[in-house]
């Protein structure tokens, strides 16, 4: 188990300098320099001075060599430091603390929906296959992977709060604020989770001892919940897991349209106004939060099948 | 804001009970157009009517597109000196483009690069102590030490400026800038009290309302200040929510969660204005919006294409189908409302297919394909560009459209990678001389880099050009001034055809059927809050 926490830990640190190179370095071939699209920004789209230009890149050290610039910054973050923001002069690690919340909850809610359709519609549907409820299941599925999600975000809204007036439309407040937000992030996931519950469902149906199970007399609910179930379930946990990881990155549309300050909505606009520092902490963070996420989905089937060594690492 | 069934209730008694009296044309020349849902519209007309104060709400909600406190604006206490009307500038705008007085009575030049200002009496600060010179100075001394850019684009260092007395203040620019009023006349260089901290994030200032509470990234809520010196604020409470997506912000307003809300989709303008509970305000801003062609690059470096791409364009459907009346048809590249923009001095280049192709074949294009760039963050930007599109294909010119993400865009543009480009432009102060300037002229921002490089540009003419704009810069005779700019602009849009001119822009707020007298702006962060008022 150590052993298994180390060699990931060191994983961890080796995908997380990868990915902070890589974030460096492309921001910086990217057209659009940051000096003049901030001053731009903040003096309502007329140009700066070449002067001006000058001084913010030199404050800010974007005068120096790339590779040096690297090396600094990546030394204060060592320190813990991920500097400041050029565009809202607020530290950045306290920028993402502010919107990690939010975009959390947003998550865990999208998840908690998305498996709460997906594990008995794909249940119901690999038991029934070829039936009237598989089919069924199979449209919702369909139609959730096909919606667009600002598309079905807006259409929530209309419904749900212009017709009916039961949510609120924008912001974060209460639980209210968060349930068409969730369910429009949940529904896509929820399609793909359905999908894979149930061929897993039927790959582990059709084997030797669910078949045994059922001679032995077993119940069938016995049988689907706890014989099958349990192993159809971990590649769904892989599922879960990852995209928990996008979810927490990729809900930008969700935020936008529901007016969330999420983790999200934060990296589209630091990319747009060319914050460097945001962006590379930003990168760093959801980097290191998909690969922490990985990190516990391996745990996770260590605990759903004790089958699973530690030792083995990759399986 | 109430409940929508409520407030319908209290709605029609309102109607029944409000006396409305007709006070007549007194602002026959305003850009405001107010859309109804009977089709009723008030343009051109301003109505007074009297409210029973027990009928008034005392809080306005406003979604606004932008973040009040995103940006670098540590030096005003985090909020951004728009829309929110808690600080105020020198000099105001009118509805015209006029520089009227505001914080300072009265300002004259006292020589070739001096100025001085008189502070207007009886101004107070929030914090209850009274404007004078002193706090003039320390305002503009901490912008300009603040800002990098904000000695280049001012044209004055700290040190040169000084209080002569306790309500004079003098500036001394660094050249010849004549429109020195102009560009202070500007919310960017607001007035503010000294005891103003950053760490608490303090905002002192002189305007009818004060910040009273915020979330980073949500709301900024403001409340009126009793001792405010120009007039009564009727309006007691606004609640300014960002909601950056335009359908959000419209759904917002339609759900009443919102009282108003700035620019919403064009798509839901018709339905903002047929809904029995909204109403749509068109005003219209100093901006322009114009594809910049290529002047030295081929084939676009050819006269007649250029003449001819004018020709296949017509600005009036583009106006009337796309862009949902929303604009008016524009003749020139600067806005028909700055009044040396030579509007009505320049030619019309009717759409006139069959003389535009004519042109086309004796140009020296020979079938390629032109690229067109668009800025993702142009509103309807590849749709405008898909109509040019098809209406260039009519005259045998082909064009591959190319959406360039905004912050590259601009360098996109000055390294001259596109034949046409979608601009839009505006002023966002009292001086928009620097719109013909940084255009057109050879050492413009959009022109200097091949300007230098090659001794080219990009929409720059020329010599002829780069003269009458310099002498049209350095005048403060607004007679003269007008002169210069109107014989540039007629070189750029005659002689040369350096651009296709599209529109002159306007700026839609929706607003709630209850709240009525929204004092909109030309510059639309300028806008006006106290007078105001939300029925009940």
């Known amino acids: 188990m150590l052993q298994f926490l180390i060699r990931r830990s060191a994983t961890v640190l080796l995908v997380l300098f990868g990915v902070s190179v890589i974030t460096f370095g492309l921001m910086f071939v990217t057209p659009g320099d940051p000096a003049e699209t901030i001053m731009r920004q903040q003096m309502g789209g007329r140009a700066p001075s070449e002067e001006a230009i000058d001084q913010f890149r030199e404050e800010h050290g974007l005068d120096k060599p790339i590779p040096v610039q690297y090396v600094d910054w990546a030394a204060d973050v060592v320190q813990g430091d991920f500097r400041q923001s050029y565009f809202q002069e607020t530290k950045v690690s306290k920028m993402i603390l502010n919107r990690v919340v939010p975009t959390t909850e947003l998550a865990l809610a999208a998840i908690a929906i998305a498996v709460a359709i997906a594990i008995p519609a794909g249940i119901i549907s690999a038991i029934h296959q070829g039936q009237p409820p598989d089919y069924l299941s199979q449209f919702g599925a369909l139609l959730g992977i096909s919606m667009p999600n600002f598309w079905l975000g807006y259409l929530l809204i209309i419904v749900f709060s212009v017709q009916l007036d039961i949510f609120p439309i924008a912001g974060v407040g209460g639980l209210d604020h968060l349930v068409l937000p969730a369910i429009t992030l949940g529904t896509g996931m929820a399609a793909i989770i359905t999908r894979l519950v149930r061929s897993s469902m039927l790959e582990v149906l059709d084997e030797g001892y669910i078949q045994t199970a059922h001679s032995k007399g077993l119940k069938e609910k016995i049988v689907v919940y706890k014989h099958a179930l349990r192993n159809a379930l971990i590649p769904v946990v892989t599922i879960i897991g990852l995209q928990f990881g996008y979810v927490l990155n990729g809900a930008v549309v969700v935020e936008i349209v529901f007016q969330r300050p999420g983790l999200g909505n934060l990296l589209i606009q630091s990319i747009f106004s060319r914050d460097y520092p945001v962006v590379q902490g930003l990168v760093l963070v959801i980097g290191a939060i998909f690969v922490l996420t990985n990190f516990a989905v391996d745990i996770a089937y260590r605990l759903i099948d004790p089958r699973i060594s530690f030792q083995g690492g990759d399986q | ?536």
Request: one cysteine or more; aromatic letters at 8%; hydrophobic letters at 30%.
């Open chain 2, 1 to 536: 804001m109430k409940e929508k069934l409520s407030r319908r209730q209290l709605l029609s008694g309102v109607a029944a009970g409000t006396t409305v009296t007709l006070a007549g044309c007194t602002g026959g020349d305003s850009d405001d157009d107010t859309t109804s849902a009977d089709g009723t519209s008030t343009d051109g007309e301003t109505t007074t009517k009297t409210y029973d104060e027990n009928q008034l709400e005392d809080q306005l909600t406003v979604a606004l597109p932008t973040d009040p406190t995103a940006g670098v604006w540590s030096v005003y206490g985090g909020v951004m000196p728009y829309y929110t009307n808690t600080l105020e500038p020198l000099i105001w705008v009118t509805d015209d483009m006029e520089l009227q007085p505001w914080l300072a009575s009265d300002w004259e030049s006292t020589g070739e690069k001096s100025w001085e200002f008189t502070i207007r009496d009886g101004v107070k600060f929030h914090n209850g102590e009274t404007l004078t010179a002193e706090h003039v100075v320390w305002s503009f001394e901490t912008v300009l030490n603040e800002w990098s850019y904000a000695p280049g684009w001012l044209h004055i260092k700290p040190e040169n400026v000084t209080a002569l007395d306790d309500r004079t203040v003098e500036f001394v620019t660094t050249d010849v800038f004549p429109t020195f009023p102009g560009t202070i006349a500007h919310n960017m260089v607001a007035i503010q009290h000294p005891d103003r901290s950053r760490e608490n994030k303090d905002v002192i200032g002189t305007g009818p309302y004060q910040v009273a509470n915020r979330k980073k990234g949500q709301r900024v809520e403001t409340e009126a200040f009793d001792d405010y010196w120009n007039g009564d604020v009727q309006m007691q409470n606004l609640d300014f929510r960002v909601i950056t997506d335009p359908t959000t912000r419209s759904l917002a307003l339609e759900n009443n969660e919102v009282d108003v809300a700035y620019a919403p989709p064009s798509s839901k303008i018709d339905s903002l204005s047929q809904n029995s509970n909204t109403q749509v305000t068109k005003q219209t801003s100093p901006g322009a919006m114009y594809v910049g062609l290529h002047n030295y690059k081929e084939p676009t470096n050819d006269v007649k294409l250029r003449k001819a791409l004018n020709l296949a364009t017509s600005q009036k459907t583009l106006v009337d189908t796309i862009l949902n009346n929303v604009g008016l048809p524009a003749r020139g590249p600067v806005a028909k409302s700055i009044y040396w923009s030579g509007h009505e001095k320049l030619p019309e280049y009717k759409r006139d297919v069959e003389k535009a192709t004519s042109l086309v074949e004796e140009s020296a294009y020979d079938g390629q394909t032109l690229q067109f760039l668009v800025s993702t963050e142009t509103p309807s930007g590849r749709t405008i560009a898909s109509a040019l599109q098809e209406w260039y294909s009519e005259i045998g010119v082909d064009v591959a459209i190319n959406q360039v993400e905004e912050s590259a865009f601009e360098d996109t543009v000055r390294n001259g990678e596109g034949h046409l480009v979608l601009e839009g432009s505006g002023s966002n102060s009292g001086a928009a001389d620097y719109l013909i300037y940084e255009t057109f002229h050879s050492e413009g921002d959009v022109n200097e880099r091949l300007y230098g490089e090659n001794g080219t540009g990009v929409y720059n003419p020329g010599e002829e050009v780069d003269t009458l704009i310099e002498e049209g810069f350095q005048t403060g005779d607004k007679e003269l001034k007008e002169e210069k700019y109107e014989e540039a602009l007629r070189i750029i849009m005659e002689d040369e055809a350096s651009v296709v001119p599209l529109t002159y822009q306007q700026y839609v707020v929706g607003s709630y059927k209850d709240v009525e007298n929204l004092d909109l702006r030309p510059i639309n962060e300028m806008v006006r809050w106290p007078g105001a008022k939300h029925l009940k």
